[in-house]
């Protein structure tokens, strides 16, 4: 049974950690597990006037394109303790209207880089809130947390450490595991 997941990435920055991190995601991922990424950039800050007024079209289709995904991964940056303002604009869109978005239950699982020792651990605990408030199921049995990420890449962009990459490795197999289970479970 294939899994397919869209993946979301927080930085919007061509050369950020987290952008490695989500390669090495896609690039890893195991049998039975296709991740795509879904992106973000140029989308309007979230305005309930615009949303009324005009929807954005590249916002329309990325939700189309969740809708469809057995299961969304995070791949989140930690600003100032916290989720990353354009992620979370990302998300203020998709789960729009409220009774409408296809976050309302999909699966949910959170990986994320940054330079200190905590490697984005409060970012994904505070990602925790609005997933409740989405009732979206949360993957919690493991977690990646790379820190001190500029000795965690190489130049190319690549995960070298052995240690995230075991822990990245693990996640995936298990995300898509999990996700198996559910969709299982709908049918």
Not at 115 to 130: D, H, I, K, M, N
Request: a neutral charge; charged letters at 25%.
């Amino acid at each position: 049974m294939a899994v397919d997941v869209v993946a979301v990435c927080g930085s919007l920055r061509r050369g950020s950690y987290n952008r490695m991190l989500l390669g090495s995601a896609i690039e890893r991922a195991p049998d039975g597990l296709h991740v795509e990424e879904l992106p973000f950039r140029g989308w309007p800050v979230y305005d309930g006037d615009l949303e009324a007024e005009a929807y954005p079209e590249a916002v329309g289709r990325a939700k189309e394109r969740l809708a469809r995904a057995d299961g969304l991964l995070l791949v989140t940056p930690e600003y100032n303790y916290g989720v990353p303002g354009p992620l979370k604009n990302a998300f203020d869109w998709l789960s729009r209207p409220p009774r409408e978005t296809p976050l309302i239950g999909k699966p949910v699982g959170t990986i994320g880089a940054s330079t200190g020792w905590g490697g984005t651990e409060r970012a994904q605990l505070v990602w925790l809130y609005s997933f409740r408030f989405l009732h979206m199921p949360s993957f919690n049995r493991r977690e990646v947390h790379v820190s001190m990420a500029a000795e965690a890449f190489d130049e190319s962009g690549r995960l070298t450490n052995e240690l995230f990459l075991k822990d990245l490795d693990a996640y995936l197999a298990q995300f898509r595991d999990w996700l198996e289970g559910l969709k299982r479970a709908r049918r």
